[in-house]
């Protein structure tokens, strides 16, 4: 199957700082999505990006297909983005099977 | 409009035991996918309907299985429940059309807030 792969695994940041999470995959995919999952357990969606670049405020994406990397940034880091970040894909040819990354586990500190 | 919903929120069992749990998708979506997450392995696909079908099937044994009904609402079961099945259960919904993939947002997959599973 599809490989993913996240990193850092782990990052700790300082409220105001800058962040680059990186995802890797293995084959060529028809959907990639990024999450951010809560204190409580729900993955809250925050791009779906199989290609090119998004923005949404604080954070961004990008997904370069054809070198099969993700980015996701996240800028003026604030507490409430502590959490977990998955990034999920598709593989071309599988329908509706996420396979997600192992995550990057995100505190941000005062 | 209201999110993919799923019930119950908190679930305990003993193990041998069987357990059903449940998923409203978003209206309009026709797509309902399960994934289990546990500390171990991570975030894993269980199985996906669409149109009241199983049209994929991740690598878990016989006792979870699942259906859909007509107005889109799935359930999931496991039976001869055992320790290892203690896990949060995620439900995910997404708008896609059968077969091919015309409109590529309707790819996007949606999550409900989860039933987490203890088994004792």
């Known amino acids: 199957g599809i490989q993913v792969e996240q990193s850092p695994p782990d990052l700790i940041l300082q409220e105001g700082a800058n962040s680059t999470l990186r995802c890797n995959f293995s084959d060529s995919v028809n959907n990639l999505q990024w999450f951010h999952q809560n204190p409580w357990g729900q993955l809250i969606n925050l791009f779906y990006?199989?290609?090119g670049t998004k923005q949404n405020g604080r954070l961004s994406a990008t997904t370069v297909a054809t070198e099969r990397y993700s980015l996701l940034y996240i800028s003026s880091s604030q507490t409430t983005d502590s959490g977990v970040y998955f990034c999920a894909v598709e593989r071309t040819g599988t329908a509706s099977k996420l396979t997600f990354g192992t995550g990057t586990r995100l505190q941000v500190t005062l | 409009k209201a999110g993919v919903t799923q019930t119950p929120r908190y679930l305990i069992k003993t193990r041998g035991q069987q357990v059903t749990l449940s998923c409203s998708p978003i209206?309009?979506?026709?797509?309902v996918s399960w994934y289990q997450q546990t500390p171990g392995q991570g975030l894993q696909f269980l199985f996906e309907?669409?149109?009241?079908?199983?049209?994929n099937k991740g690598n878990f044994p016989g006792r979870f299985s699942g259906r859909q009904f007509s107005n889109s609402r799935s359930e999931m079961n496991v039976s001869t429940l055992e320790l290892g099945d203690s896990a949060l259960y995620l439900c995910?919904?997404?708008?896609?059309?059968?077969?091919?993939?015309?409109?590529?947002?309707?790819?996007?997959?949606?999550f409900g807030p989860g039933t987490r599973l203890t088994v004792l």
């Open positions: 990006i199989p290609s």
């Open positions: 995910a919904s997404r708008r896609t059309q059968g077969g091919g993939l015309a409109v590529s947002s309707y790819n996007e997959q949606f």
């Open positions: 209206s309009g979506h026709r797509s």
């Open positions: 309907y669409f149109s009241e079908t199983q049209r």
